[in-house]
Nanobody, 123 residues
Framework: QVQLVESGGGLVQAGGSLRLSCAAS????????MGWFRQAPGKQRELVAT?????STNFADSVKGRFAISRDDAKVYLQMNSLKPEDTAVYYC???????????????????WGQGTQVTVSS
């Protein structure tokens, strides 16, 4: 059974920093892409940052230069600096992989979410 366990959320003042962590377990093959999404009240879930197994990263424009993403095997981290009140949201860890064949064996795609961790930035 796949589990994503997130930690590191909390309350911080504007300008402060937080580090989110997510540990994935139960996935028996390489994780193609790991990342973080967030959802603020009344808004749609949006991408924050992703990182591939090869180390390529992608950031939302709103967090570029302030956030950094890294991964270590089946763990992914989000370092958030210079936090703003508009960063307040529930942050969700995500892992996904495309489907592919290895020889005659087909490995189906997957897309898993963590339970979410609250980040609140006070002004």
């Amino acid at each position: 059974q796949v589990q994503l366990v997130e930690s590191g959320g909390g309350l911080v003042q504007a300008g402060g920093s937080l580090r989110l962590s997510c540990a994935a377990s139960g996935i028996i093959r390489s994780i193609e892409r790991m990342g973080w999404f967030r959802q603020a009240p009344g808004k749609q879930r949006e991408l924050v940052a992703t990182i591939t197994s090869g180390g390529s990263t992608n950031f939302a424009d709103s967090v570029k230069g302030r956030f950094a993403i890294s991964r270590d095997d089946a763990k992914v981290y989000l370092q958030m600096n210079s936090l703003k009140p508009e960063d307040t949201a529930v942050y969700y860890c995500n892992v996904q992989s495309e489907g592919y064949y290895r020889g005659a064996v087909y490995y189906p795609p997957y897309n898993y979410w963590g339970q979410g961790t609250q980040v609140t930035v006070s002004s």
